[in-house]
C-alpha cells in the first residue's frame, strides 16, 4: 500500500540546513523527496519512526548518513523539520 503526499511545508531551519549540504547531497536528496511524495513508505527510503522524545516525528534515509526529519500534519501532508546526519537528532 502507497501512501502518496501531496503538500510538505518545510521550517527555516530545514532549508538552511539543507543550503550547507554538499550540491552531490542536494541532488540525492532531491531525488529522494521525488519519490518520498509517491510513496513515503518506499523501501528505499527506509522510513521510520523515531523514539523517545521525538516518538511523534519520523525520518527517511538520503543516503547511508544523511536524513531527513519530519513529521505527518495528517495522512498526505508533511512538515519537513530538518535534513543532516544522525546530529539531527540531538
Known amino acids: ?4 503526499i501531496h503538500r510538505i511545508d518545510t521550517f527555516a531551519r530545514f532549508e538552511k540546513e ?10 540525492l536528496a532531491n ?6 511524495r509517491q510513496d513515503a513508505f518506499h523501501p528505499s527510503l527506509e522510513t521510520h519512526k523515531l523514539g523517545g522524545e521525538m516518538k511523534d516525528t519520523w ?17 498526505h501532508t508533511v512538515m519537513y523539520v530538518n535534513i543532516g546526519t544522525h546530529e539531527i537528532y540531538k
Open 1 to 4: 500500500m502507497t501512501r502518496p
Open 31 to 36: 531525488k529522494k523527496d521525488v519519490l518520498f
Open 59 to 75: 525520518a527517511y534515509s538520503v543516503n547511508k548518513h544523511y536524513r531527513v526529519h519530519f513529521y505527518f500534519v495528517d495522512d
Open 18 to 27: 539543507f543550503s550547507r549540504l554538499p550540491g552531490y547531497i542536494q541532488q
